[in-house]
């Protein structure tokens, strides 16, 4: 029953670890992942659990229909402990405030506006003390049990199916290892998404950018002419970037530069930015104000030195999307057969899918029915949770 599968799910602690050098990031991560192992065992579905902690799993269908694929991860965000998750159900929930345990915390239909559409539905909270972990454990949840009701069909009524279920993503580390051989699917879906009524097909263009400013320390007393301050070199250069291209004052497709962090002193000062956006070409404008606030500033300071290193990290999945528009197509289908009209919500970050696009497998995201993710306000609603099962069972028939 999905209930019961989403809070066996969620009592295991599988916080990953952003400073762990070794694959998966922490080995808690296998009690849930050999658990789904297992599981997969069970019902007599092929699998694999890799030497690198990755689920692939197949379940062959009517070879004449196109292979598709369905991802969630394991693992469970930084920001809020994972461990000893002790899950509230509320069922017939009447659109009163939800005291979260004794922790003095209130989940509110007055904040949380989501809530206000649940009236009658069963929430799923957290006791208040630890996130709840639906990120992603309800994707995992809908995943099997999808796979449990396709077992029930006839192969040739249902499209080949391949699961893959991975480590990491809370990390950026979830796509490394995707091993296409394993995860051979014509397109797939990540089920990591909050609403179920939305498709997400379009994330940020994104690249790291590190400054070192080397100065030319003396005496201050003495300095004139001579001091070149590391420091205030660095601030002229955060100063001379878009001041509008912030986080706080950009929303929808509107790219930013973001300080993530910044050190200095006379002799030496460094800047971490993430640069991020949804067009390619803004974003490489972005990063030429980078190398031309470096050349202005190397004039205008002779002597100073500055390094500029900008990486990529990941890429926005629309431009392969765009090319191969069947996945997105398919779900909004398949959805609206089932009364529910797909929504396009562009992602303001990343997803996983964007480098199983950019690696040949076309991956947009779905909804979960979960809420709040990364958070002691986590809830999610399982009525929504159920619906995805059925709406995704629908995608994989013939
Ligand atoms: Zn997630």
């Not at 969620?10 to 990031?25: A, Y």
């Not at 599981?39 to 070879?63: A, H, K, S, T």
């Not at 509320?90 to 915390?105: A, E, H, R």
């Not at 300080?259 to 390619?280: D, F, Q």
């Amino acid at each position: 029953m999905l209930l019961d599968r989403f809070i066996k799910y969620v009592s295991i602690d599988t916080q990953s670890d952003e400073d762990s050098k070794t694959t998966p990031s922490t080995l808690k991560q296998y009690d849930l992942l050999k658990l789904l192992k297992n599981e997969l065992d069970e019902l007599g579905v092929q699998n694999e659990l890799d030497e690198c902690g990755r689920v692939y799993g197949f379940i062959p269908g009517n070879p004449s229909l196109d292979p598709i694929g369905l991802c969630s991860h394991v693992d469970t965000a930084l920001e809020c402990s994972g461990k000893d998750v002790k899950p509230q159900v509320i069922k017939n929930y009447d659109l009163s405030d939800i005291k979260l345990g004794k922790s003095g915390l209130i989940l509110s239909p007055k904040e949380y506006k989501h809530l206000n559409e649940c009236k009658g539905k069963t929430i799923i909270t957290t006791d208040g003390t630890t996130l709840l972990g639906a990120d992603d454990k309800a994707g995992l949840a809908i995943i099997m049990e999808v796979v449990e009701s396709l077992l029930k069909l006839d192969p040739s009524k249902r499209h080949p199916l391949y699961v893959l279920f991975t480590p990491d993503e809370e990390i950026g580390r979830g796509p490394e290892h995707f091993n296409t051989k394993k995860f051979a699917c014509k397109y797939a879906y990540t089920i990591d998404g909050a609403n179920i009524d939305y498709i997400s097909y379009e994330n940020f263009n994104a690249k790291a950018a590190n400054i070192v400013v080397k100065g030319k320390s003396i005496h201050p007393g003495s300095a004139k002419g001579i001091m070149i301050n590391a420091s205030l070199v660095l601030a002229d250069f955060i100063n001379k970037l878009p001041k509008d291209e912030i986080p706080a004052k950009t929303e929808g497709k509107e790219g930013f530069n973001h300080l993530c962090y910044m050190e200095g002193s006379v002799e030496k000062a460094s800047a971490n930015y993430i640069i991020r956006n949804h067009s390619k070409e803004i974003i490489e404008r972005q990063v030429q104000d980078f190398y031309n606030i470096k050349s202005e500033l190397e004039k205008a300071y002779p002597g100073v030195e500055i390094s500029l290193e900008i990486k990529d990290q990941y890429h926005n999945m629309y431009e392969i999307i765009k090319d191969h528009p069947e996945s997105v197509n398919h779900a909004k289908e398949v959805f609206k057969k089932l009364g529910v009209d797909l929504k396009d919500a562009p992602i303001r970050g990343g997803t996983d899918g964007a480098t199983f696009s950019f690696k040949g497998v076309p991956t947009p995201n779905l909804g979960t029915g979960s809420y709040n993710h990364h958070g002691r306000y986590e809830f999610a609603v399982l009525e929504e949770m159920e619906k995805m099962v059925e709406l995704v069972t629908e995608l994989l028939k013939a």
